[in-house]
């Protein structure tokens, strides 16, 4: 090896580590063994999704926190026409509708419940009301998310917590359509589960 080589591999590993030392703080691996608050314990994470953004997040937190992952699906599939499903949504809100959902799901066995929802009509999608309304949440941690179109997250945490009296809700993570940031929901994952309930 010439000394030329020997300098470029030396430098290229000082830089390596460098790096690994600066991120490190960044770096989550798959075990969630980086982020203190879910030490030990079982993580799902349950979403409804019309179009694809609050998956999006949820798909994230799964890598993150090596969590189960449930999507919540009504039995009745929302019609594809945008309209269409706003003025369903609207009346669905006003009458506090619960729509069937294909599968209940299964709160039992875990301790922190990660919840995704659209905002619809300022407030949770009508799935979500159903899922938290037929599963028991008594206890547990929920830390809830949403994704919304320019209005944020409006009065989604309040109502989810409302329905889930007995549980405690953390801080949520609320971005626009597909802008959520991986290091901000790193960061929210982290922090959230350092709050208390007075954070919503
Ligand atoms: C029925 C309906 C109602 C909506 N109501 C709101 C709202 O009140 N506030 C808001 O900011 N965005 C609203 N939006 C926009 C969605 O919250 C936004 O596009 C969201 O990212 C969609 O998530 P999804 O792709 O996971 O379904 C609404 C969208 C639909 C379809």
């Given at each position: 090896m010439n000394k030329k080589l020997k300098v470029i591999i030396v430098i290229t590993a000082i830089i390596a580590s460098v790096a690994g030392i600066i991120g490190g703080g960044l770096m989550y691996s798959q075990d969630n063994s980086d982020f203190q608050g879910l030490a030990g314990k079982r993580i799902l994470i349950a979403y409804y999704s019309y179009s694809g953004n609050t998956k999006a997040v949820a798909e994230k937190i799964q890598s993150y926190t090596a969590g189960d992952i449930f999507e919540i699906k009504p039995k009745k599939a929302y019609p594809s026409n945008y309209n269409d499903v706003v003025n369903i949504a609207q009346k669905e809100k006003s009458e506090g509708a619960k729509p069937e959902l294909i599968e209940n799901g299964n709160?039992?066995?875990?301790d922190i419940i990660f919840i995704g929802t659209p905002v619809w009509w300022y407030t949770m999608a009508s799935p979500v009301r159903t899922f938290l309304s037929v599963n028991n949440f008594d206890g547990k941690t929920i830390v809830p998310f949403c994704t919304h179109g320019g209005g944020g997250e409006s009065s989604t945490y309040t109502d989810i917590q409302k329905l889930v009296p007995k549980a405690e809700v953390k801080a949520g993570y609320t971005s626009y359509e597909r802008s959520a940031k991986d290091a901000d929901i790193k960061k929210w994952i982290d922090e959230a589960l350092r709050q208390g309930k007075d954070k919503i």
């Open positions: 709160t039992e066995g875990y």
